[in-house]
């Protein structure tokens, strides 16, 4: 049984179309970029996978059943969901932050468990973020925030993480760093779709890819399947070279100055 399965999915934003004819299967947990240009639908069509949106035509199926006939705690309990930005308006220590990943779990009123206290400990110490856990979310950089709301729906034990742009505005060291934490979690049986922006980021951490173009997808499969010198210029509008990285061999793109 696939993990998650669209079938003819189309959305529309009043007359505008923005996603049309999406299918694919995602049959082992694995990650997934979602890369294209700006306006091609990438989050689109991650709000359609996390049942934020609801499609005009056709379905998403998590597990075998389709997303919107779920309750919206069944939801979260399978997929957690890291926006580009997230604000507080409050001052909230980065524990209180992902305790609120909890919320799922917990009834009305209920006050957290140990099992609720433990599972904050956990994920945070996998997202190396335990020693952050009494400052301030709003008083933290861009990197060390960008972890703590991975830990936040970490802490929701989801099966399917969903992430847009989680690397944008962090400069290179926290890259990696998150990237290598959402690598990691597909060893811990967790399915994760990222959209990205850095191509050749996608192609060194991502193990399967989805390019997008005015809201299709054009091309689907590894990095070294889908990063030609052809799709790249459909996708982009730009002529590239394409040569090996060194270290991990896979496709590594070089934009033309043309």
């Not at 923005?18 to 991650?46: C, Q, R």
Request: aromatic share 8%; net charge positive.
């Amino acid at each position: 049984m696939s993990i998650v399965n669209v079938e003819d999915l189309h959305f529309s934003y009043g007359k505008i179309q923005a996603l049309k004819d999406i299918n694919f299967k995602i049959e082992d947990y694995k990650m997934v970029g979602i890369l294209g240009s700006n306006g091609s639908g990438k989050t689109t069509l991650l709000k359609n996978i996390s049942g934020y949106l609801k499609p005009s035509k056709g379905n998403v199926f998590i597990m075998g059943k389709s997303i919107h006939k779920m309750r919206s705690k069944d939801r979260a309990m399978i997929i957690g969901y890291v926006p580009q930005d997230m604000y507080f308006d409050f001052e909230f220590t980065s524990y209180d932050v992902v305790m609120m990943g909890r919320t799922p779990y917990l009834k009305r009123f209920q006050r957290e468990t140990k099992k609720d206290v433990n599972s904050v400990r956990d994920v945070m110490i996998l997202t190396n973020t335990w020693d952050l856990k009494d400052r301030y979310v709003n008083e933290l950089s861009g990197g060390q925030r960008q972890r703590v709301y991975i830990a936040r729906a970490l802490a929701q034990e989801p099966k399917i993480l969903l992430l847009d742009e989680p690397i944008s505005h962090l400069d290179v060291k926290y890259q990696i760093e998150v990237l290598s934490i959402l690598k990691q979690l597909t060893t811990k049986n967790i399915l994760v779709f990222a959209v990205l922006h850095d191509i050749n980021l996608s192609s060194q951490f991502c193990d399967f890819i989805l390019l997008m173009k005015d809201g299709e997808i054009i091309s689907m499969g590894t990095p070294n399947e889908v990063l030609t010198v052809e799709n790249i210029k459909t996708a982009f509008s730009v002529d590239a070279d394409i040569i090996r990285n060194p270290i991990t061999d896979t496709p590594l793109i070089i934009l033309s100055k043309k």
